[in-house]
């Protein structure tokens, strides 16, 4: 819902701002926004003790943006008239200060809806944020198989030709070796690293390895080992 002050040079427009301010150091949030920039800049001048809310969070904002603007001032026109700097001068009317301030710009909406130009230049600071993001990396597995031939007069050499030949983005063959399993038959432990969004183990070994035209050497495979890297 909108927050919306009205004559802030006025009595009337202050206590709406002194109400609002009860139990609160700024205008919106817990911390110096915008927001308490326009209504400061409306209200012109520091309230009397009447307003303690209000007096007590113009000094507030006054602090911070003297900090902001360490520079020493030479003086401004405003209305016609020059104040030098060190040289007093004679204060307008309230009214007339509020007029040289914004004529139009009585009623504060502190939540107005966003110019084109302002929905632009933040659709452009997101996507340039996208831009800088870096790609989330693949996470990696190491995988020892285990490759079985059919019997004791399966060409092992081929067999392992046959795994090797394989190939596929994200699929990285290792070390391998033969081990004895029983009457003559050898099988083939080899290595293996994956990407794992790239590469299946499952599809690997099922589309692949145990098909044609590997299954000519290849009777089944066991994964022995699955770690992630």
């Keep these: 819902m909108a927050i919306t002050f009205s004559n802030l040079h006025t009595e009337q427009g202050l ?17 110096l926004s915008v927001d308490d920039v326009k209504v400061y800049a409306a209200v012109l001048e520091k309230p009397g003790d009447g307003f303690p809310n209000v007096s ?18 030479v003086g401004v026109k405003i209305g016609g008239g020059v104040a ?5 001068k004679t204060e307008a009317p309230a009214a007339a200060r ?21 929905k632009k230049a ?9 831009h800088t993001k870096k790609p989330k990396e693949s996470g990696k597995s190491s995988v020892l198989l285990d490759v079985k031939p059919w019997d ?5 050499k081929k067999l392992e030709e046959a795994v090797r030949s394989v190939q596929m983005p994200g699929l990285y063959w290792g070390a391998s070796k033969l081990v004895p399993v029983g009457y003559g038959i050898k099988k ?10 790239l590469v299946s183990v499952d599809n690997l070994i099922e589309d692949h390895l ?10 089944s495979v066991d994964i022995v080992a699955f770690n992630k890297i």
């Design 84 to 88: 030098q700097s060190g040289t007093p």
């Design 188 to 197: 083939l432990t080899i290595m293996m690293t994956i990407d794992d969004d």
């Design 98 to 118: 509020a007029d040289a301030v914004a004529d139009d710009d009585d009623d504060i909406d502190l939540f107005a809806d966003e110019t084109e130009d302002e």
């Design 15 to 31: 206590k709406t701002v002194e109400e609002h301010l009860s139990g609160k150091t700024y205008i919106s949030g817990d911390k």
């Design 210 to 219: 145990t098909s044609e035209p590997n299954n000519e050497y290849i009777q």
């Design 56 to 73: 007590k969070w113009y000094d507030t904002v006054a602090s911070h943006l003297a900090k902001s603007f360490p520079g020493k001032a």
């Design 152 to 156: 004791d007069e399966t060409d092992m």
């Design 122 to 130: 933040a659709e452009e600071r997101e996507a340039a944020k996208k």
